[in-house]
């Protein structure tokens, strides 16, 4: 099968480019031709199709014509829609599968796919087919004022990066593409997560069109650890919504284990203030991290916390860790709950509570062989659930059924 895989970035910037990484080998592995689209970028790797990439978008330009024509092109993305074109006329796919499109490629492209009668799947791993501001956040606090296709409430409460501008932008991107029905192209919305689900078919999609998959981790190269060096591990973005300072708190009341942070992201040096402020001599700052030394660092944990305070979809970190043996402290919201059963694969604290998640990582870091348990039988669920045998399987299947749809009866 020919598969037109499309993200905006060709490069593992986050958790949405490692899998679409990983699903294009799984699935060139399996047989299938992957025709890449996405944006130029000189971290990108290497792709044959490079040529028919749109030219790249900086936001950060401080030249204020660019930034207007990027924000045209954000709305509709004339570039991308001609460019995407070109490819399918020159490779002919059979079918679309579409991860992040917004604002690099912006929605141009589905209607652009359809045209051609090539059926399209999208995984959502963010929540911006309902919310201008794709994480359903106003200044890092959950909102859902968009509900019922109010999108102007984005406008209203400067969502966007809590800039008017940014959110005018994202905003009128939702009424033109709700107006051109764009997202209706689309003819499969997988999701990473149950909660995800209930959310798309909450704001309006049909839930025939709406599919629960969830992620996956490769069991056969992540071999458990069930011994540890000592620490707890945080893995993710610096930013309030994923509850760094609420973590960096809760370590106030946690003496018997070190933390390592383990990333970058706006809330660095007000992390570090804090760290220096408590005098937590026991959470120590790794910086950004990725590959071998990543990996090392999660194998080699007690166990990994996930302090989340917006709606997570279904986070890669919490699937890594299990595959290496690792129970997972998480927060109650989103995705989150969906992945850790309380007491056996690891434990659930009320988002926010520095308290709560305390008494937790103190609980497990004083009993180490209710740990160990805990990590074993999260390797047991991400073997027998999460392997990516599963997951292909069920991905290929919703190709076939849609395949066999574009067929002449």
Known sequence: MKILAVNKYFYLKGGCETYYFALNKALKNKGHD?????????????????NYFVNNIDY????????????AKIIYSIEAKNKISSL???????????????????????KEIKRNGIPIVFTAHDLKLICPDYQMLNKGEVCDKCSGKKFYACTLNRCMKNSLSASLVSTAEMYLHSMLKSFEAIDIIITPSMFYRNKFIEFGYS???VVHIPNFVDTKANQPNYSSDGYIAYVGRLSKEKGI?????????????????????????????????????????LGFQTGKKLDAIIKNSRFTVIPSEWYENSPMSVFESMSYGKAVIGSNIGGIPELIEHGKTGMIFESKNSDQLAEQINYLADNPKKAGEMGREARRKAELVYNKENHFKSIEQIYRNLIIKRLPS
């Open 34 to 50: 992957i025709i890449h689209f996405s944006m130029k970028d000189e971290k990108n790797a290497w792709s044959p199709y490079e």
């Open 60 to 71: 950060y330009d401080k030249n204020i014509l660019k930034r207007i024509r990027y924000a």
């Open 88 to 110: 399918i006329k020159d490779t002919n796919p059979q079918l679309a599968h579409v991860h992040n499109f917004y604002h690099q490629l912006s929605p141009s492209i589905l």
């Open 207 to 209: 839930p025939e069109k």
């Open 245 to 285: 300072m609420t973590l960096i708190q809760a370590m106030k009341n946690v003496k018997n284990t070190d933390l390592y942070i383990v990333g970058d992201g706006p809330l660095k040096s007000d992390a570090e203030r804090q760290i220096e402020r408590y005098n937590l001599s026991n959470v120590k700052m």
